[in-house]
């Protein structure tokens, strides 16, 4: 996709509705409409200004900084860590308007899917907020993830049901592609936006991966390991169906070392062969672990954190137990 096919296919407007931001009623009128900032979730003001008649945004909070849709996805994939420049907004607009590629088992083979953004949401977002809802810190303490840490990775999302106009509101984790991988407090999971991987880049850049079915697997790692900022670059699949997503992330970034904190079960032991796989097929295939062996008996890593009789210590020495080496001919083996 080029510049000139992007602004055909995209307004400044259409974009934030698709990553979940909507005009404040009350401030905007005509052509001027007025955001809280996509740059800054906790905002309360409505100081993100779009000029739809000329396709211009300016930002009120950072200095009065702005310019034209082109300029604001690079300046928003810069605020997410990732590549910013013209290629690579263009192939991020490439990405949205292509929808999301979603890899569904069907017995022997996988069946690859493209479902459009626009049918896949019943659910829209109507606000992002720092959590207090009793009912997810109890949540959260069931899980044995404490709420410091979970701020700072989780928000809690109203969303509202298109279909019942019934409003609800969870523990929601930004994806790579500014949607919201959502579960509310009586177990209820959904994904609003585009439905994609989180990266969260460690501290130690060292060339190894972690990768996560889901966020409270990682955050269990980092609560077993003290720690609030992960060690190692993590991928959290959000759905064990994104996994071809992040084996193409794993290879664009070049890790030398990938390790699979899947659940043990049947689907994890598929999402393992899949994602294996996908690492292998590299001219310079990656040395893969499964990591899952440490939990056994659990279905995943945080029913093992919450759950397990051994003591904190015991937890944390289990975790410097040697990973298992994943062969390409496991794939082939029985599991």
């Known amino acids: 996709m080029n510049i000139k096919q992007a602004k055909e296919k995209f307004t400044l407007q259409s974009l934030l509705t698709s990553l979940g931001h909507y005009p404040n009623q009350k401030k905007s009128k005509g052509n001027d409409l007025w955001y809280k900032s996509p740059f800054r979730p906790n905002e309360q003001d409505a100081s993100f200004h779009i000029d739809t008649s000329k396709g211009f945004y300016k930002d009120f909070g950072d200095t009065e900084k702005g310019g034209d849709l082109i300029w604001f996805a690079q300046m928003y994939l810069k605020s997410r860590g990732g590549g910013y420049s013209v290629s690579d907004a263009l192939k991020w607009f490439d990405d949205l308007s292509g929808g999301t590629q979603i890899h569904s088992f069907n017995s022997k083979a996988f069946r690859k899917k493209v479902i459009p953004l626009e049918k896949q949401d019943v659910y829209t977002i109507l606000s992002n907020k720092e959590i207090f809802s009793s009912s997810l810190i109890e949540y959260l303490k069931q899980k044995n993830i404490a709420l410091d840490l979970a701020k700072k990775y989780f928000r809690q999302i109203y969303f509202l049901n298109t279909k019942t106009k019934k409003k609800i509101y969870g523990l929601g984790f930004e994806t790579r592609a500014g949607g919201f991988d959502i579960r509310t407090a009586n177990g209820f999971k959904t994904m609003i936006g585009n439905k994609d991987i989180t990266l969260i880049e460690g501290c130690h850049k060292n060339g ?128």
């Open 208 to 335: 190894i991966l972690d990768v996560f079915e889901g966020a409270t697997d990682f955050l269990s790692l980092l609560t077993l390991e003290g720690r609030d900022i992960p060690k190692n670059d993590c991928i959290i699949l959000n759905s064990g169906n994104l996994y071809k997503a992040a084996a193409d992330l794993a290879k664009q970034r070049g890790y030398y070392k990938v390790k699979l904190w899947l659940d043990n079960d049947e689907a994890g032991h598929k999402f393992q062969n899949a994602i294996l796989k996908e690492l292998n097929d590299t001219e310079k295939p990656m040395s893969v672990f499964s990591m899952n062996h440490i939990y056994k008996g659990f279905k995943d890593l945080n029913a093992w954190h919450k759950n397990s009789h051994l003591s904190l210590s015991n937890k944390k020495n289990a975790l410097q137990d040697f990973p298992k080496r994943i062969s390409k001919n496991f794939i082939e083996r029985k599991l």
